[in-house]
């Protein structure tokens, strides 16, 4: 297959590469770039474990093509921390022991982020349909969604 150049912003680094053309961004990032912080769940679109970040957008990476994503802005969970200090989404997900496996938790965390940058304030409800792509098979939502709604709370204290 023809290689075709791909180059964007990954969590603020600029990133060039070659990719086949049809590869994915979750292949690209995971193999060609390193950041393995999305996972692959499914490689169809349904579990949300392979969630990213592209220009202000939630994307499936399993499903979207790197030579898409030129130019772009991505984000993944590995750029979230900055100085090694957990953004308050991701320590409330440690806190409210919303993270069992782990498997899911990239995926989580990126689409509350989305949620949080949209909706600072979030329904419970909104929290649900925000997370509503991703599969968890071992916590029950219920630490997920509190983690989300705590990260919130903290977020507008901080704003205050």
């Keep these: ?3 075709v150049p791909v180059q964007f912003t990954l969590n ?32 169809q679109g349904t579990c949300g474990a392979c969630s990213v970040i592209v220009d202000g957008e939630l994307r499936l990476s399993c ?23 957990l953004q308050p989404l991701q320590r409330a997900f440690l806190d ?13 965390i990126m689409a509350a982020k989305v949620l949080l940058d949209r ?7 909104d929290v649900v349909e925000a ?3 991703n599969i968890c ?3 029950g939502y219920e630490p997920i969604i509190q983690a989300v709604l ?9 704003a205050a």
């Design 150 to 158: 705590t990260a919130a709370r903290a977020n507008s204290q901080n």
């Design 131 to 133: 997370l509503s792509g």
């Design 12 to 43: 603020g680094s600029e990133k060039a590469e070659f990719v086949e053309s049809g590869t994915t961004l979750l292949h690209a990032l995971r193999d060609k770039i390193g950041d393995t912080s999305p996972k692959g769940g499914c490689h």
């Design 96 to 108: 409210a022991f919303a993270t069992q496996c782990g498997f899911c938790t990239p995926g989580m």
């Design 63 to 85: 499903l979207t093509l790197a030579e898409t994503c030129s130019d772009a802005d991505i984000r993944t969970t590995a750029g979230l921390a900055e100085g090694g200090v």
């Design 137 to 139: 098979r071992c916590t």
């Design 119 to 125: 909706t600072p304030n979030p329904s419970r409800e």
């Design 1 to 3: 297959m023809a290689k």
